[in-house]
Structures are given as C-alpha cells and as structure tokens.
C-alpha cells in the first residue's frame, strides 16, 4: 500500500515537469522497468532513490512523500 502511494507521487511529478517515463529513468541512471515497478507501486523506493527522484525533478523530498491517510 506504502509503495503504490509513494509511486503514484512520483508518477504525478514526473508527468506534472513533463518527463516520459524513459526520459526520467535515464535521468536517473535506472532502468524503464525499474521506474515502471516503483510508479506501479510493485517496489518500495530507497531513500537514496527519493532524494535523486526530488532532485532531478527539482523539489524537495518532502514533497514527494504521500499525505497521511486519517
């Protein structure tokens, strides 16, 4: 559940600074498939995978981390 959220988080940025999936996964040094399983929520993303996410997206960390559900 924890990874789908922060997936769909990164899909929305990345889409929102106007990256295909394979433009931002060569930016990132990773692979289209790797990207594709965190996006899809399949791969809990590391915490040195966040702060590149946010860094080549330009924003900080704390913006990509999912609202609390209440």
Not at 31 to 47: D, K
């Amino acid at each position: 559940m924890e990874a789908e959220r922060w997936g769909r988080r990164i899909r929305a940025f990345r889409k929102l600074k106007g990256f295909t999936q394979e433009e931002f996964a060569k930016e990132l040094g990773v692979s289209v498939s790797m990207l594709g399983e965190v996006e899809r929520g399949n791969r809990v993303p590391t915490t040195p995978f966040l702060k590149e996410v946010a860094e080549q997206l330009g924003i900080a960390m704390e913006e990509l981390k999912p609202p609390v559900n209440r």
